[in-house]
């Protein structure tokens, strides 16, 4: 019989690292990654053939520029994806892409601000003039005076 060391709290340091699942969700921005980065090559590619054709006159501006948006929108969706998977991983914030579309409108709702009251009539989008200040040339209110040092200086 082996004889063993410490008392009776004595064990592992570390909990045991948990095997590594399948995740669909990153396996399906993976490939979706792939799919958009294929698809940007080839419409680069196209949109290189479209434009050499076009010098030599025969045409396909139309394809060119066609291909040229199709690229870029590949491109876009590509990075767009990227963010979700960083999410994803665990090494983006979630707030980085955004809410969770899944998530009903109250709760998007409640982290905008409320909305700007607008007037309902002409009588009250007027101003009246400020009253004269005392001591002031122009009549304006004056600033409050900044002390010195920065923000923590003063507290």
């Not at 396909?60 to 979700?84: D, P, R, T």
């Not at 002409?122 to 920065?150: F, I, N, V």
């Given at each position: 019989m082996?004889?063993?060391?410490?008392?009776?709290?004595?064990?592992?340091?570390?909990?045991?690292?948990?095997?590594p699942?399948?995740?669909?969700?990153?396996?399906?921005?993976?490939?979706?990654?792939?799919?958009?980065?294929?698809?940007?090559?080839?419409?680069?590619?196209a949109?290189?053939?479209?434009?050499?054709?076009?010098?030599?006159?025969?045409?396909?501006?139309?394809?060119?520029?066609?291909?040229?948006?199709?690229?870029?929108?590949?491109?876009?969706?590509?990075?767009?994806?990227?963010?979700?998977?960083?999410?994803?991983?665990?090494?983006?914030?979630?707030?980085?892409?955004?809410p969770?579309?899944?998530?009903?409108?109250?709760?998007?709702?409640?982290?905008?601000?409320?909305?700007?009251?607008?007037?309902?009539?002409?009588?009250?989008?007027?101003?009246?003039?400020?009253?004269?200040?005392?001591?002031?040339?122009?009549?304006?209110?004056?600033?409050?005076?900044?002390?010195?040092?920065?923000?923590?200086?003063?507290?």
């Amino acid at each position: 019989m082996a004889k063993q060391r410490g008392g009776k709290r004595a064990g592992a340091r570390r909990a045991a690292r948990p095997k590594p699942r399948f995740n669909p969700v990153i396996a399906g921005l993976a490939l979706a990654i792939t799919l958009c980065v294929v698809a940007w090559g080839y419409l680069v590619k196209a949109a290189i053939d479209f434009g050499t054709s076009a010098r030599d006159g025969d045409g396909g501006w139309l394809f060119l520029g066609l291909a040229c948006l199709g690229a870029a929108a590949c491109l876009f969706v590509g990075l767009i994806l990227v963010a979700k998977l960083l999410a994803a991983i665990g090494l983006l914030p979630e707030a980085a892409t955004g809410p969770d579309p899944r998530a009903s409108a109250r709760e998007a709702d409640q982290h905008l601000p409320p909305a700007p009251r607008q007037p309902s009539s002409a009588s009250e989008t007027l101003t009246l003039p400020l009253p004269k200040q005392p001591g002031t040339p122009s009549g304006r209110p004056t600033a409050a005076p900044r002390y010195q040092g920065g923000k923590r200086a003063a507290r």
